[in-house]
Protein backbone atom coordinates (compact mmCIF):
# COMPACT_ATOMS: atom_id res chain seq x y z
CA UNK A 1 0.00 0.00 0.00
CA UNK A 2 1.17 3.66 -0.45
CA UNK A 3 -1.37 5.60 1.07
CA UNK A 4 -0.90 9.12 2.39
CA UNK A 5 -3.62 9.67 5.62
CA UNK A 6 -3.91 13.52 6.97
CA UNK A 7 -6.29 13.09 9.52
CA UNK A 8 -7.14 16.33 10.44
CA UNK A 9 -9.85 17.05 8.33
CA UNK A 10 -9.80 20.68 9.61
CA UNK A 11 -8.66 23.07 11.83
CA UNK A 12 -9.48 26.64 12.89
CA UNK A 13 -6.84 28.35 14.66
CA UNK A 14 -6.21 32.06 15.83
CA UNK A 15 -3.45 34.24 14.02
CA UNK A 16 -0.51 34.29 15.57
CA UNK A 17 -0.84 30.63 17.26
CA UNK A 18 1.31 27.89 16.00
CA UNK A 19 -0.26 24.93 14.21
CA UNK A 20 0.55 21.61 13.37
CA UNK A 21 -0.25 19.34 10.28
CA UNK A 22 -0.07 15.76 10.49
CA UNK A 23 0.63 13.25 7.59
CA UNK A 24 1.41 9.75 7.77
CA UNK A 25 2.35 7.59 4.80
CA UNK A 26 2.64 3.75 3.57
CA UNK A 27 5.81 2.62 2.19
CA UNK A 28 8.01 -0.32 1.66
CA UNK A 29 10.46 1.64 -0.24
CA UNK A 30 13.82 1.83 1.28
CA UNK A 31 14.23 5.64 -0.16
CA UNK A 32 11.66 7.82 -1.32
CA UNK A 33 10.49 11.57 -1.35
CA UNK A 34 8.01 13.18 0.35
CA UNK A 35 5.80 16.28 -0.24
CA UNK A 36 3.83 19.17 0.80
CA UNK A 37 1.95 21.55 -1.27
CA UNK A 38 -0.64 24.14 -0.52
CA UNK A 39 -3.93 25.17 -2.12
CA UNK A 40 -5.51 28.33 -1.27
CA UNK A 41 -8.77 29.48 -2.01
CA UNK A 42 -7.73 31.03 -5.39
CA UNK A 43 -7.58 27.10 -5.77
CA UNK A 44 -4.20 26.66 -7.74
CA UNK A 45 -1.70 24.14 -6.01
CA UNK A 46 1.83 25.36 -4.89
CA UNK A 47 4.90 23.22 -3.98
CA UNK A 48 6.15 23.66 -0.73
CA UNK A 49 9.05 21.40 -0.07
CA UNK A 50 10.01 17.71 -1.21
CA UNK A 51 11.86 15.49 1.71
CA UNK A 52 14.14 12.77 0.88
CA UNK A 53 13.76 9.90 3.19
CA UNK A 54 17.75 9.71 3.83
CA UNK A 55 17.59 13.36 5.20
CA UNK A 56 15.90 13.17 8.80
CA UNK A 57 16.69 16.36 9.77
CA UNK A 58 14.33 18.96 10.24
CA UNK A 59 13.59 21.49 7.64
CA UNK A 60 13.18 25.05 9.12
CA UNK A 61 12.23 28.11 6.01
CA UNK A 62 10.82 30.97 7.96
CA UNK A 63 7.85 30.20 9.90
CA UNK A 64 7.42 26.96 8.15
CA UNK A 65 9.25 23.57 9.17
CA UNK A 66 8.60 20.04 8.95
CA UNK A 67 9.44 17.10 11.24
CA UNK A 68 10.02 14.00 9.37
CA UNK A 69 10.27 10.51 11.21
CA UNK A 70 11.17 7.75 9.25
CA UNK A 71 9.94 5.42 13.05
CA UNK A 72 6.50 6.05 13.08
CA UNK A 73 6.20 7.57 8.76
CA UNK A 74 5.70 10.67 9.57
CA UNK A 75 6.11 13.70 7.82
CA UNK A 76 4.27 16.75 10.15
CA UNK A 77 4.25 20.31 9.07
CA UNK A 78 4.05 22.87 11.97
CA UNK A 79 3.60 26.83 10.65
CA UNK A 80 4.82 29.27 13.65
CA UNK A 81 2.78 32.44 14.31
CA UNK A 82 0.22 31.81 11.53
CA UNK A 83 -1.24 34.51 9.53
CA UNK A 84 -4.84 34.89 7.89
CA UNK A 85 -3.03 34.33 4.41
CA UNK A 86 -1.72 30.66 5.69
CA UNK A 87 -5.43 29.85 5.38
CA UNK A 88 -5.41 27.14 2.92
CA UNK A 89 -5.90 23.54 2.09
CA UNK A 90 -2.56 21.75 3.06
CA UNK A 91 -1.53 18.73 0.89
CA UNK A 92 0.73 15.81 1.59
CA UNK A 93 1.83 13.26 -1.54
CA UNK A 94 4.33 10.95 -2.27
CA UNK A 95 5.21 9.64 -5.36
CA UNK A 96 3.52 6.37 -6.81
CA UNK A 97 6.38 3.65 -6.87
CA UNK A 98 4.47 0.85 -8.66
CA UNK A 99 5.46 2.25 -12.05
CA UNK A 100 7.52 4.07 -13.82
CA UNK A 101 5.28 7.44 -13.81
CA UNK A 102 5.90 8.97 -10.82
CA UNK A 103 2.78 10.36 -10.19
CA UNK A 104 1.96 11.45 -7.12
CA UNK A 105 -0.27 9.98 -4.57
CA UNK A 106 -1.77 13.03 -2.17
CA UNK A 107 -3.45 12.75 1.07
CA UNK A 108 -7.37 13.68 1.38
CA UNK A 109 -5.79 17.25 2.77
CA UNK A 110 -6.37 19.55 6.00
CA UNK A 111 -8.29 22.67 5.88
CA UNK A 112 -6.18 25.36 7.93
CA UNK A 113 -7.97 28.77 8.64
CA UNK A 114 -6.92 31.43 10.48
CA UNK A 115 -8.62 33.83 12.00
CA UNK A 116 -7.61 37.15 12.30
CA UNK B 1 9.05 32.27 -16.70
CA UNK B 2 5.72 31.79 -16.43
CA UNK B 3 5.96 27.93 -15.44
CA UNK B 4 2.75 25.38 -16.01
CA UNK B 5 -0.55 27.78 -17.72
CA UNK B 6 -3.60 26.01 -18.40
CA UNK B 7 -6.36 27.02 -20.96
CA UNK B 8 -9.21 27.75 -20.71
CA UNK B 9 -9.46 28.63 -17.09
CA UNK B 10 -13.48 27.99 -16.87
CA UNK B 11 -15.96 25.79 -19.04
CA UNK B 12 -19.56 24.76 -19.49
CA UNK B 13 -20.27 21.86 -21.55
CA UNK B 14 -23.90 20.23 -22.87
CA UNK B 15 -23.72 16.68 -22.50
CA UNK B 16 -22.06 14.74 -25.68
CA UNK B 17 -20.18 17.86 -26.78
CA UNK B 18 -16.68 17.99 -26.97
CA UNK B 19 -13.40 20.17 -25.85
CA UNK B 20 -9.85 20.13 -25.41
CA UNK B 21 -7.72 21.41 -22.62
CA UNK B 22 -4.21 22.79 -23.02
CA UNK B 23 -1.69 22.55 -21.27
CA UNK B 24 2.30 24.64 -21.39
CA UNK B 25 4.88 24.22 -19.64
CA UNK B 26 7.84 26.76 -20.42
CA UNK B 27 10.46 24.60 -17.89
CA UNK B 28 11.70 22.09 -20.63
CA UNK B 29 9.90 19.23 -18.29
CA UNK B 30 9.94 15.56 -19.47
CA UNK B 31 6.98 14.15 -17.70
CA UNK B 32 3.82 16.17 -17.83
CA UNK B 33 0.31 15.03 -16.17
CA UNK B 34 -2.94 15.26 -16.00
CA UNK B 35 -5.50 15.43 -12.87
CA UNK B 36 -9.03 15.59 -11.33
CA UNK B 37 -9.51 17.23 -8.30
CA UNK B 38 -13.34 15.77 -6.83
CA UNK B 39 -14.32 16.92 -3.42
CA UNK B 40 -13.78 14.27 -1.20
CA UNK B 41 -12.18 12.09 -3.97
CA UNK B 42 -8.55 14.43 -3.49
CA UNK B 43 -6.51 14.36 -7.03
CA UNK B 44 -6.89 11.41 -9.27
CA UNK B 45 -4.47 10.80 -11.99
CA UNK B 46 -5.80 10.90 -15.63
CA UNK B 47 -3.43 10.45 -18.42
CA UNK B 48 0.57 10.75 -18.29
CA UNK B 49 3.47 11.41 -20.64
CA UNK B 50 6.97 10.60 -19.90
CA UNK B 51 8.42 12.99 -22.55
CA UNK B 52 7.10 13.81 -26.46
CA UNK B 53 5.52 11.59 -28.78
CA UNK B 54 4.79 9.53 -25.87
CA UNK B 55 1.19 9.25 -23.74
CA UNK B 56 -0.11 6.64 -20.91
CA UNK B 57 -3.11 5.67 -18.93
CA UNK B 58 -3.39 6.96 -15.15
CA UNK B 59 -6.23 6.15 -12.89
CA UNK B 60 -9.11 7.59 -14.17
CA UNK B 61 -8.57 7.69 -17.99
CA UNK B 62 -11.80 6.84 -19.37
CA UNK B 63 -14.02 9.16 -21.51
CA UNK B 64 -10.59 10.85 -22.02
CA UNK B 65 -7.57 11.21 -24.74
CA UNK B 66 -4.03 13.14 -24.70
CA UNK B 67 -1.55 13.75 -26.92
CA UNK B 68 2.06 15.44 -26.38
CA UNK B 69 3.32 16.80 -29.89
CA UNK B 70 5.50 18.73 -28.57
CA UNK B 71 7.31 18.70 -25.48
CA UNK B 72 5.77 21.75 -23.48
CA UNK B 73 2.18 20.89 -24.44
CA UNK B 74 0.14 18.47 -22.99
CA UNK B 75 -3.65 18.11 -24.65
CA UNK B 76 -6.55 17.06 -22.66
CA UNK B 77 -9.43 15.65 -24.96
CA UNK B 78 -13.10 14.89 -24.05
CA UNK B 79 -14.79 13.32 -26.87
CA UNK B 80 -18.54 13.51 -25.34
CA UNK B 81 -18.48 15.09 -22.12
CA UNK B 82 -21.00 13.48 -19.15
CA UNK B 83 -21.93 15.46 -16.42
CA UNK B 84 -19.72 12.72 -14.33
CA UNK B 85 -16.84 14.87 -16.31
CA UNK B 86 -17.57 17.92 -13.84
CA UNK B 87 -14.45 18.73 -12.03
CA UNK B 88 -11.34 21.33 -11.57
CA UNK B 89 -8.43 19.09 -13.88
CA UNK B 90 -4.99 20.28 -13.50
CA UNK B 91 -1.88 19.58 -15.31
CA UNK B 92 1.49 19.11 -13.62
CA UNK B 93 4.69 18.77 -14.94
CA UNK B 94 8.35 17.50 -13.55
CA UNK B 95 11.70 17.44 -14.38
CA UNK B 96 11.78 13.62 -13.71
CA UNK B 97 9.75 10.71 -12.05
CA UNK B 98 9.28 10.82 -8.46
CA UNK B 99 10.24 14.62 -8.36
CA UNK B 100 8.11 17.49 -6.83
CA UNK B 101 5.25 18.27 -9.61
CA UNK B 102 4.45 21.96 -10.29
CA UNK B 103 0.59 22.75 -11.34
CA UNK B 104 -0.89 25.01 -13.47
CA UNK B 105 -3.66 27.40 -11.98
CA UNK B 106 -6.80 24.54 -12.65
CA UNK B 107 -9.54 24.30 -15.27
CA UNK B 108 -12.95 24.34 -13.72
CA UNK B 109 -15.06 22.19 -16.05
CA UNK B 110 -18.82 21.77 -15.84
CA UNK B 111 -21.21 19.86 -17.77
CA UNK B 112 -24.76 20.22 -17.60
Known amino acids: AQKVTQAQTEISVVEKEDVTLDCVYE???????LFWYKQPPSGELVFLIR??????QNEISGRYSWNFQKSTSSFNFTITASQVVDSAVYFCARPYYGGSQGNLIFGKGTKLSVKP | NAGVTQTPKFRVLKTGQSMTLLCAQDMNHEYMYWYRQDPGMGLRLIHYSVGEGTTAKGEVPDGYNVSRLKKQNFLLGLESAAPSQTSVYFCASSRAAFYEQYFGPGTRLTVT
Open chain 1, 27 to 33: TRDTTYY
Open chain 1, 51 to 56: RNSFDE
